[in-house]
């Protein structure tokens, strides 16, 4: 279980909560990989391939969950949100990596518009990208991170994400 805790995050009943989730999480059967259909395909159907993690948004004014499944693995990080056709506002993909790196995403066969916000290994927002469905165009991180949070397109300013945010991550 990865935990993020920051000097001026949760209060304890809320951290103690979320704890919670995250071992009930951490201590059901986990998923296991299977062949996606490469076509037009609703996110909920990736839950059986998908591990799920529970990351708490940080904005500048508050807390927000995200259902974010969990990328973390060459295979799940390649197939990420491709062929996917919608997803709830709530919703989200976090892709995690074993070091910092400069990290590069890509929208190739991502049929939504989506926020691409990169977060160091503490869980510090370094930077926010826009990226455009279909599309090759290379998104970098700023500077070396550990996670990469995808959310639809808009909802990481509206959850005040920027360089003072954070991700909180709960699960496997």
């Not at 989730?21 to 059967?29: D, E, K, N, Q, R």
């Not at 990169?118 to 700023?142: C, Q, W, Y």
């Amino acid at each position: 279980m990865t935990l993020f805790l920051t000097r001026n995050s949760l209060n304890t009943s809320a951290l103690r909560a979320l704890a919670l989730v995250a071992l009930a999480l951490s201590t059901a059967p986990s998923a296991h990989a299977q062949t996606l259909p490469e076509y037009p395909i609703p996110f909920d159907r990736l839950r059986s391939a998908f591990p799920q993690a529970v990351v708490v948004a940080q904005g500048a004014t508050a807390c927000y969950p995200v259902d974010a499944l969990l990328a973390n693995t060459p295979a799940r990080r390649s197939r990420g949100l491709m062929f996917v056709e919608s997803m709830a506002d709530d919703a989200g993909m976090l892709f995690t990596y074993p070091r910092p790196a400069t990290l590069s995403i890509w929208m190739k066969n991502t049929l939504i518009p989506l926020d691409v916000i990169f977060a160091d290994g503490d869980g510090n927002v370094i930077n926010v990208t826009r990226g455009k469905p279909l599309s090759l165009e290379s998104m970098p991180s700023a500077r070396p991170a550990r996670y990469v949070l995808e959310l639809n397109a808009g909802r990481a300013q509206a959850l005040g994400l920027d360089n003072r945010g954070r991700l909180l991550v709960f699960g496997p």
